[in-house]
């Protein structure tokens, strides 16, 4: 299946440490090949890059490694093809407007069962069991609000529609618009708080080094989500299956029904 990263600050951050590990898993220490993707919230607009090569080997990646942008909330995605070909139109993170907002949309997993979309607004381009639900989910959202609605009830709606995808096959999922990330696990998904007092972090996939003391000050407060741990040294917290979580400004929360 595919790998899942992402990023949620509490101030605009970087996040080519984790993504010069998370990029050699696919195709270098992994065997996610098929593609991969970023995308970088700033202000209202978003930055997507997208290769169906893979990322250890991908010049699009390379230029992203060498171009530090920094944003409050970013998704990554390296792909190992279970429904639909290699193409760019089948690449991760998916992108849709709602409310005048950009939505990010990124999917580990396989639903043997589609949700139906009938005639509703958001449609797929490509051909994945993973755009197929990022559109039911806005479509969802959109028949039941004109407007954003407080991230309480939408964390409380996501919820309740991660559980029916879910009885249709394995649903990991990120999600953003900008404002939060939302972070669903059906069977892997771990994720690491780096605040102050920082520390060094080494990446499992490379042999690199950071102090995160080095670069950051007292007040930033930066959470990565991933699959898989990305550093062999830090204390990553595995989410619980059906667990969600939505992340705003570097924590955790999990928020009452």
């Given at each position: 299946m595919c790998q899942l990263l992402g990023m949620?600050?509490?101030?605009?951050?970087?996040?080519?440490?984790?993504?010069?590990?998370?990029?050699?898993?696919?195709?270098?220490?992994?065997?996610?090949?098929?593609?991969?993707?970023?995308?970088?919230?700033?202000?209202?607009?978003?930055?997507?890059?997208?290769?169906?090569l893979p990322s250890s080997i991908s010049p699009v990646a390379e230029l992203v490694k060498h171009y530090p942008i920094q944003s409050r909330n970013v998704i990554a995605h390296i792909r190992k093809a279970t429904q639909g070909a290699v193409s760019l139109a089948n690449t991760h993170p998916f992108q849709r407007e709602l409310w005048g907002r950009y939505w990010l949309f990124a999917h580990n997993g396989n639903l043997t069962e589609r949700p139906a979309l009938h005639n509703g607004r958001f449609q797929p381009v490509g051909t994945t069991d993973s755009e197929q639900a990022f559109c039911w989910l806005l479509n969802r959202l959109s028949e039941h609000f004109d407007s954003p609605p407080?991230?309480?009830?939408?964390?409380?709606?996501?919820?309740?529609?991660?559980?029916?995808?879910?009885?249709?096959?394995t649903f990991n999922f990120l999600l953003s618009d900008g404002r939060a990330l939302f972070a669903h696990c059906s069977t892997d998904l771990h994720y690491v708080v780096r605040e102050s007092p920082f520390s060094t972090a080494h990446l499992s996939d490379a042999d690199v080094t950071i102090d995160f003391a080095d670069v950051t000050t007292p007040r930033d407060r930066v959470a990565v989500i991933a699959t898989k741990p990305l550093t062999d040294n830090e204390q990553w917290i595995r989410m619980e299956a059906g667990e969600m979580l939505c992340f705003i400004d570097g924590s955790p929360v999990r928020m009452p029904g």
């Open positions: 949620n600050c509490n101030v605009p951050t970087d996040i080519m440490f984790s993504f010069e590990g998370f990029s050699r898993r696919g195709g270098e220490t992994d065997e996610h090949g098929d593609g991969w993707g970023i995308a970088f919230f700033e202000d209202g607009g978003c930055r997507v890059f997208l290769d169906y407080p991230l309480s009830r939408l964390y409380q709606m996501l919820t309740d529609y991660a559980g029916q995808l879910s009885q249709g096959g």
